[in-house]
């Protein structure tokens, strides 16, 4: 053969995405229960198999002031024992079913989680019920978890992007329970048995719940066996949140935290923001995209492909219930943190100066819609999905129509949300490292307090 004949050929040119594909969605059904728990239940006959979780209004951020992380730890131990199955005998049920179980807390809720076949759809539904009102929080569970959790936060303490977080959130919400993301050791010491059962009793209760199914069911006899499973559980109304507004900030906050010795340096950099019922969430969530929330961003074309400073920086925003806020994370060497800094305001000074290239627009919008997509193609994908609808309150519509909404946004809308909400200006600047070689590149951008790994501020 010839060593004309032998070359490929290739396109010279890249081709066009092809249309869009449109989402089958499930047959959801809504219904609010006699005793206030809302259930919200989805059809997905892919696989046999089911997806259920429970949710609580309630978190870590109701008693952030008074036991930070209660809500979680009294999640940890509900899941090691009822009044009618201990810790073994629930593991025995879940490898009898083939089912996996979860519990979890965040600032604002708290969570049972179980999947398994759908041939044990009933079984799995009591033993979620069994958890939300029967457990017995058993003394030596809870010293067990007690000291897991501890040795999570010694090692935690030795994590630049934990550190970073944690003072991050203390100067952005300053006493707003938000601030506060994890307890102390002494804190986790101080946790009762008791003090978690009263959590339990106070905010597990239905008209505080919401249950999601998704999976391969009638959605006629699922509900039929929700009222059969739930329908008698009772309990008073949970204890509402409140909480000081977070401080406004004016003019930019630089606080490094002295990690002895380290050669790289954890910066974050951000502001307060919006959650998802603003108005303007769809348009800040393009803006950020094309800013450095994908691979192909600016934030991510500059720092790490143009100047190697890192492998993965990136940016978000972070709805919670009550308030969002905006965060750009990037681990660098501690000789470029200057340099990183310099760049992470400049993309953001760019993207609030001049409209971006419909190029750009258009490759966002392409990359919003196509994890849209994939997140909502799997079981655990949808239910999640249908929890951040359900759990923020937002419109009935707003899966259904989340894709060509994106579409819709247009030039103006990504400058507006970059305008707005990437405040550059006020920003907080986190420099996580050794305090010699990164405080002289901190002041460049502003005064700067220092801490040490535990919170405490040093002295000049």
Request: net charge negative; aromatic share 8%; hydrophobic share 40%.
């Amino acid at each position: 053969m010839s060593g004309a004949s032998s070359q490929a050929s290739f396109p010279s040119t890249v081709p066009s995405l092809g249309a869009e594909r449109s989402v089958a969605w499930p047959r959801r059904t809504v219904r609010t229960l006699a005793n206030g728990m809302q259930v919200v239940i989805a059809e997905q006959h892919t696989f046999p198999k089911i997806g259920a979780e429970l949710f609580f209004h309630s978190g870590n951020s109701l008693v952030a002031h008074r036991s930070p992380g209660l809500a979680e730890m009294a999640a940890r131990v509900i899941r090691t024992g009822t009044h009618s199955r201990t810790s073994r005998r629930i593991e025995e049920d879940l490898r009898g079913m083939g089912a996996s179980l979860g519990t979890s807390a965040g600032a604002d809720t708290s969570a049972i989680s179980i999947s398994g076949l759908s041939e044990f759809a009933e079984p799995l539904l009591a033993m979620i019920a069994d958890l939300a009102h029967e457990a017995a929080f058993p003394q030596n569970e809870f010293e067990r978890e007690r000291r897991e959790r501890l040795e999570e936060l010694r090692i935690d303490r030795t994590t630049p992007g934990f550190i970073a977080e944690e003072r991050f959130r203390r100067v952005l919400f300053g006493e707003h329970p938000y601030a506060v993301i994890a307890p102390t050791e002494a804190q986790v010491e101080s946790y009762s048995r008791d003090a978690l059962a009263e959590f339990y009793r106070a905010h597990y209760v239905p008209s505080n719940a919401l249950l999601i199914a998704v999976g391969d069911f009638d959605s006629d006899r699922m509900m039929d066996r929700i009222e059969k499973t739930f329908g008698a559980w009772r309990g008073a109304e949970a204890p509402g949140f409140s909480g000081a507004a977070p401080p406004v900030a004016h003019g930019r906050r630089v606080h490094v935290v002295h990690m002895p010795g380290t050669v790289q340096a954890e910066v974050l950099v951000g502001n307060l923001a919006i959650n998802r019922q603003s108005p303007d969430w769809r348009r800040a969530l393009l803006a950020n995209t094309i800013y450095g929330g994908a691979f192909n961003s600016r934030l991510v074309a500059n720092i790490r492909e143009q100047k190697g400073y890192t492998y993965s920086p990136r940016s978000g925003f972070h709805p919670l219930k009550h308030q969002g806020h905006f965060s750009v994370h990037a681990a660098v060497r501690s000789e470029v943190v200057a340099a990183t800094l310099t760049e992470i305001f400049y993309e953001l000074d760019r993207m609030r100066a001049l409209p971006v290239t419909e190029a750009e627009l258009d490759a966002a919008r392409n990359y919003m819609s196509g994890v849209f997509s994939l997140g909502i193609a799997t079981q655990g994908g949808l239910l999640g999905q249908l929890s951040t609808q359900y759990l923020d309150r937002l419109p009935d519509d707003y899966l259904e129509t989340f894709r060509e909404k994106i579409r819709a946004l247009q030039i103006d809308d990504v400058l507006l949300a970059a305008r707005k909400y990437f405040d550059s200006a006020n920003a907080s600047i986190i420099v996580v490292g050794d305090r010699a070689q990164v405080e002289p590149q901190a002041v460049l951008f502003g005064d700067v307090k220092v801490w040490d790994t535990h919170g405490y501020e040093i002295a000049s």
